[in-house]
């Protein structure tokens, strides 16, 4: 018995004397902040707002396809090439018509991003409200003329082009060698891509994916496309044509 009381008060001795070691949060004052959070990285392409209102193309393109098409369609493109850059320098370091221009060097997923971000800025610029439109320039109808016999040649081929387009796409009228010609592209591709067929430098284009037209024309695309001229911008298109003639 008296060793086995003496066992006991050994044990209750050496229990006493240890001490609980704190951890790093028990040693923490109680007012401490907490770790800032990492920022994300600062956008390296930023979207530029909509030059006009949402609903300054009615009634050929109605306000509810243009809240989407610029904010989230065209958002969704800005985020994602932002994160690509984000993760690559060599992306990070160029303009977007830089890249359009070396887009052999860069994987699909620049290409689609890049090509989305330049082509809806190009759309937004290309369109306008009707006190803002204007008509082609002497310059450009004369060239126009030369090269497809009549304005409304030109609209009948361009409207052609983008009706024919399988699937998703985009069709343009660019300057190629000081003449006008039409094009058209698959996906988010564009006449200034080094990975085009036919290259050139845009003065129009219509965006021909099915978000462009969907809610107010359903499967209807030529219609669409025949409507989408009462919104073409003409000044930006002779600013345009104008550069790419010098």
Do not use: C
Not at 84 to 112: C, W, Y
Not at 218 to 229: A, H
Request: charge should be neutral; aromatic fraction near 10%; glycine fraction near 6%.
């Amino acid at each position: 018995m008296s060793q086995l009381l003496k066992s006991v008060g050994i044990a209750i001795a050496v229990a006493a004397s240890v001490v609980a070691v704190p951890t790093a949060q028990s040693q923490a004052p109680a007012n401490a902040a907490a770790a800032p959070a990492v920022a994300p990285a600062p956008a390296v392409f930023k979207q530029a707002p909509l030059p006009y209102s949402f609903d300054a193309l009615e009634p050929v393109i109605d306000k509810q396809t243009m809240e989407l098409h610029w904010g989230r369609h065209h958002k969704a493109q800005y985020d994602a090439l932002n994160a690509i850059a984000a993760q690559n320098p060599d992306v990070a370091k160029m303009t977007i018509e830089q890249l359009h221009a070396n887009m052999s060097k860069f994987p699909a997923g620049v290409r689609n991003n890049a090509g989305g971000v330049w082509n809806h800025d190009f759309f937004w610029q290309v369109m306008a409200p009707a006190d803002k439109r204007g008509s082609p320039s002497t310059a450009l109808l004369q060239r126009i003329v030369a090269d497809f016999g009549s304005v409304d040649a030109m609209k009948t081929q361009f409207n052609a082009g983008g009706a024919t387009r399988f699937g998703s796409g985009w069709v343009w009228l660019i300057v190629k060698d000081k003449k006008l010609m039409v094009t058209s592209t698959p996906n988010q591709d564009n006449p200034l891509m080094d990975v085009v067929e036919v290259r050139g430098t845009p003065i129009l284009g219509n965006d021909v994916w099915e978000h462009a037209y969907y809610l107010k024309y359903n499967n209807r695309r030529g219609e669409y496309l025949t409507n989408w001229w009462q919104v073409v911008n003409w000044n930006e298109a002779n600013r345009r044509f104008d550069e790419a003639m010098k």
